[in-house]
C-alpha cells in the first residue's frame, strides 16, 4: 500500500509537472500577439494571463472528463499507473524538446497521442477506445482549420469596416482593446489545457482505485490551476518571440482579431467538453489574420514548420510512450 503511495504520487507529480510545462509552453501563444504589438509589456502581459490562467482552469471540468475516459477506461486497466508514467513522461518530453526549438506545438496532441500509445503498448489494442480516440482526433483536427476562417472572416470585415480610418487612430484604439482580448485568451486558455492535468490525475485516482467515478476532486482542481499559472509566470519566450514576429508583422488590430478569433474557438470546444490544441487555435487564428491582411506577408516557410510538427506531434508522442513503457516496465 505504501509503495502504491508512492507511484501515484510520482504520476500526481509527472502531471502537474506537464501542466506546469504547459503553462510556459502553451501559454505564450496567448499573450504572444500583446506583447509583440506592445499593448502589454512582457511582466505585465505574463501576470496577466496566470491569473486568467488559474481563473479559468477552476472553472469548467467537462474536458478532463474527457481525457479521463475517451481514449481508455481507467477501472479497466491492470497496470494504469504505469501507462500513466509512460504518457506524461513521452508528452513532457516533447513539449520540452519543440519548446527548445521554439515551436509552438501541441501539448494536447503530445498528451492523447502518448496515453494512445501508452495503452497499446501497455494494455493492447482492445484497451483503446478507438471511438473516442477518432473523435477526439477529430476535434483537433478541425478546430485549427476553423479558427483560420474565422481569423480570416474576421479580419476582412475589420478591414472593410476602417477601411477609411486612419491607421494610427485604427491601431491606437486596437491596442487598447488587446488587454481585454489577451486576457479572455488566457483564460479560456486555462478553461481547456489545464483540465488535460486534471483529467489524466483523475484517470491515476481511478485505475488506483482511490475513487470510482472521473469527477475531478477539488484538490485536483487547485493543484493542476495553480501549476499552470506556475507555469505561466515563467514564460515562454522562445515561443513568443515565433508567435509574435516571424509569421507576419502583426499590427494591434491584427492581433486583436487573432486573439479573439483563438479565445472564441477554444471557449466553444470548452463548452462541448472537447479538448483542443489551444496552440492549433490560435496559430491557425493568426495564419488566418494574417492571409486576409496580405497572403504575400505570411512567413508560409515557417508555417508549414509549424503544420509539420503537428502532424506529427501524434504519432511520435505515442511511439515515445510506447517505447517508455517497455523500458521502465
Same mark, same amino acid.
Given at each position: 500500500?505504501?509503495?502504491?503511495?508512492?507511484?501515484?504520487?510520482? /504520476?500526481?507529480?509527472?502531471?502537474?509537472?506537464? @501542466?506546469?510545462?504547459?503553462?510556459?509552453?502553451?501559454?505564450?501563444?496567448?499573450?504572444?500577439?500583446? +506583447?509583440?504589438?506592445?499593448?502589454?509589456?512582457? $511582466?505585465?502581459?505574463?501576470?496577466?494571463?496566470?491569473?486568467?490562467?488559474?481563473?479559468?482552469? %477552476?472553472?469548467?471540468?467537462?474536458?478532463?472528463?474527457?481525457?479521463?475516459?475517451? &481514449?481508455? @477506461?481507467?477501472?479497466?486497466?491492470?497496470?494504469?499507473?504505469?501507462? /500513466?508514467?509512460?504518457?506524461?513522461?513521452?508528452? *513532457?518530453?516533447?513539449?520540452?524538446?519543440?519548446?527548445?526549438?521554439?515551436?509552438?506545438?501541441?501539448?494536447?496532441?503530445?498528451?492523447?497521442?502518448?496515453?494512445?500509445?501508452?495503452?497499446?503498448?501497455? =494494455?493492447?489494442?482492445?484497451?483503446?477506445?478507438?471511438?473516442?480516440?477518432?473523435? %477526439? +482526433?477529430?476535434?483537433?483536427? #478541425?478546430?485549427?482549420?476553423?479558427?483560420?476562417?474565422?481569423?480570416?472572416? &474576421?479580419?476582412?470585415?475589420?478591414?472593410?469596416?476602417?477601411?477609411?480610418?486612419?491607421?494610427?487612430?485604427?491601431?491606437?484604439?486596437? $491596442?487598447?482593446?488587446?488587454?481585454?482580448?489577451?486576457?479572455?485568451?488566457?483564460?479560456?486558455?486555462?478553461?481547456?489545457?489545464?483540465?488535460?492535468?486534471?483529467?489524466?490525475?483523475?484517470?491515476?485516482?481511478?485505475?488506483?482505485? &482511490?475513487?470510482?467515478?472521473?469527477? &475531478?476532486?477539488?484538490? /485536483?482542481?487547485?493543484?493542476?490551476?495553480?501549476?499552470?499559472?506556475?507555469? !505561466?509566470?515563467?514564460?515562454?519566450?522562445?515561443?513568443?518571440?515565433?508567435?509574435?514576429?516571424? %509569421?507576419?508583422?502583426?499590427?494591434?488590430?491584427?492581433?486583436? =482579431?487573432?486573439?479573439?478569433?483563438?479565445?472564441?474557438?477554444?471557449?466553444?470546444?470548452?463548452?462541448?467538453?472537447?479538448?483542443?490544441?489551444? !496552440?492549433? =487555435?490560435?496559430?491557425?487564428?493568426?495564419?488566418?489574420?494574417?492571409?486576409?491582411? $496580405?497572403?504575400?506577408?505570411?512567413?508560409?516557410?515557417?508555417?508549414?514548420? *509549424?503544420?509539420?510538427?503537428?502532424?506529427?506531434?501524434?504519432?511520435?508522442?505515442?511511439?515515445?510512450?510506447? +517505447?517508455? #513503457?517497455?523500458?521502465?516496465?
Amino acid at each position: 500500500m505504501e509503495t502504491s503511495i508512492w507511484i501515484l504520487g510520482i /504520476v500526481i507529480f509527472l502531471a502537474l509537472a506537464f @501542466d506546469f510545462i504547459n503553462g510556459f509552453h502553451d501559454t505564450a501563444n496567448a499573450i504572444a500577439t500583446s +506583447v509583440s504589438t506592445r499593448a502589454l509589456k512582457p $511582466r505585465p502581459a505574463i501576470i496577466m494571463a496566470a491569473c486568467m490562467n488559474f481563473l479559468g482552469a %477552476i472553472m469548467f471540468t467537462g474536458v478532463a472528463k474527457t481525457i479521463g475516459g475517451s &481514449v481508455a @477506461d481507467p477501472a479497466t486497466l491492470d497496470n494504469g499507473i504505469e501507462v /500513466v508514467i509512460a504518457t506524461l513522461l513521452a508528452a *513532457i518530453i516533447w513539449n520540452l524538446v519543440t519548446w527548445w526549438f521554439g515551436i509552438p506545438s501541441s501539448s494536447s496532441h503530445a498528451l492523447i497521442g502518448a496515453l494512445a500509445g501508452a495503452v497499446l503498448v501497455g =494494455a493492447g489494442s482492445s484497451h483503446v477506445k478507438w471511438e473516442g480516440f477518432i473523435s %477526439i +482526433v477529430k476535434v483537433l483536427i #478541425f478546430s485549427p482549420l476553423i479558427a483560420f476562417a474565422v481569423g480570416f472572416i &474576421v479580419m476582412t470585415v475589420l478591414k472593410w469596416i476602417f477601411a477609411k480610418k486612419s491607421p494610427h487612430t485604427v491601431n491606437k484604439g486596437f $491596442r487598447s482593446m488587446q488587454v481585454i482580448t489577451a486576457a479572455f485568451q488566457s483564460f479560456t486558455h486555462g478553461t481547456n489545457d489545464a483540465q488535460k492535468a486534471m483529467g489524466i490525475i483523475t484517470f491515476a485516482l481511478v485505475t488506483a482505485g &482511490v475513487q470510482d467515478t472521473l469527477e &475531478v476532486p477539488l484538490w /485536483v482542481k487547485l493543484s493542476a490551476a495553480t501549476a499552470m499559472a506556475l507555469g !505561466t509566470s515563467i514564460g515562454g519566450w522562445k515561443i513568443i518571440k515565433t508567435m509574435g514576429t516571424k %509569421i507576419f508583422k502583426i499590427e494591434p488590430i491584427n492581433g486583436f =482579431a487573432a486573439d479573439i478569433t483563438g479565445a472564441s474557438v477554444i471557449l466553444s470546444a470548452t463548452i462541448l467538453h472537447m479538448p483542443v490544441s489551444t !496552440t492549433h =487555435a490560435i496559430t491557425s487564428a493568426l495564419l488566418g489574420v494574417g492571409s486576409a491582411k $496580405r497572403v504575400s506577408e505570411v512567413k508560409w516557410s515557417l508555417a508549414g514548420r *509549424i503544420i509539420l510538427t503537428w502532424f506529427i506531434t501524434i504519432p511520435i508522442s505515442g511511439l515515445l510512450a510506447g +517505447v517508455i #513503457f517497455k523500458i521502465l516496465f
